[in-house]
């Protein structure tokens, strides 16, 4: 036999061999499954008890979430807690100065408590805020002509329905919407009793265990590949 001939037969045993024996013989091949997302968002703080109470289930479940402040609340008093929001990777927006809905105001007006609130986020806690919710979730095409920012709503928990509604009732409210993409509207702030702290610790880890991933808002639209003011003239409750 040719020695040509005979390195052509040991090299194809050999590489025979190898397959045969590879770490990965037997295996399917494994595929990357890209994860569910979702942001999380709280309106109507901050307040230096309840919010801290929403803030300490997103530290103990490790998520993040996005804040969407009421300008009159964002103080010196109030400005540790939106510095630990920040430092815990957390996202601050605009929920105008107060809980007054705007639908029915001036452009004046509009422009005024929006104007204040930037300002004052900006002031106290050193980021600009990058999404607008609407008070009550009222709109007009006024606030639409006058506001630059994109509008958010989002999966409802009906948190602000009073003592009538548990922890329970409220997680499942946001589990029966949800959906890749989906941004969460749940309240840091309202009337005790006030239980959407609890609800956190359902709805957060039956989430995770479905596939969801947490970030904030403006990482959404990041991973989503989505321009978040590409829908002038309305709000978005998924990002798909």
Not at 84 to 102: F, R, T
Not at 118 to 129: M, P, S
């Amino acid at each position: 036999m040719k020695k040509p001939l005979l390195a052509g037969i040991v090299l194809l045993l050999l590489l025979a061999s190898c397959q045969s024996t590879g770490p990965n013989q037997g295996k399917e091949p494994t595929v990357s499954t890209p994860k569910k997302l979702c942001a999380l968002t709280f309106d109507d703080g901050p307040d230096l008890v309840k919010t801290q109470r929403v803030l300490d289930r997103l530290a103990q479940h490790r998520v993040v979430a996005t804040f969407f402040l009421v300008g009159s609340r964002v103080t010196d008093q109030t400005k540790p807690l939106l510095q630990q929001m920040v430092a815990m990777g957390c996202e601050l927006a605009n929920h105008s100065w107060d809980y007054d809905s705007l639908n029915t105001v001036s452009a004046e007006v509009v422009q005024q408590k929006f104007t204040r609130t930037q300002e004052a986020i900006k002031r106290i806690a050193g980021v600009d805020a990058k999404f607008f919710r609407p008070p009550n979730l009222a709109v007009s095409q006024t606030m639409f002509d006058v506001i630059p920012l994109p509008f958010a709503e989002g999966v409802l928990g009906f948190d602000w329905a009073g003592c009538g509604t548990t922890a329970q009732d409220r997680a499942q409210k946001v589990l029966a919407g949800m959906d890749d993409g989906a941004i969460i509207l749940l309240h840091d702030v309202q009337p005790d009793p006030h239980p959407t702290p609890e609800a956190l610790d359902i709805l957060i880890p039956e989430l995770k265990k479905q596939g969801y991933e947490f970030v904030t808002l403006s990482e959404l639209f990041k991973r989503k590949g989505i321009d978040p003011a590409s829908r002038k003239g309305s709000m978005w409750k998924y990002v798909r």
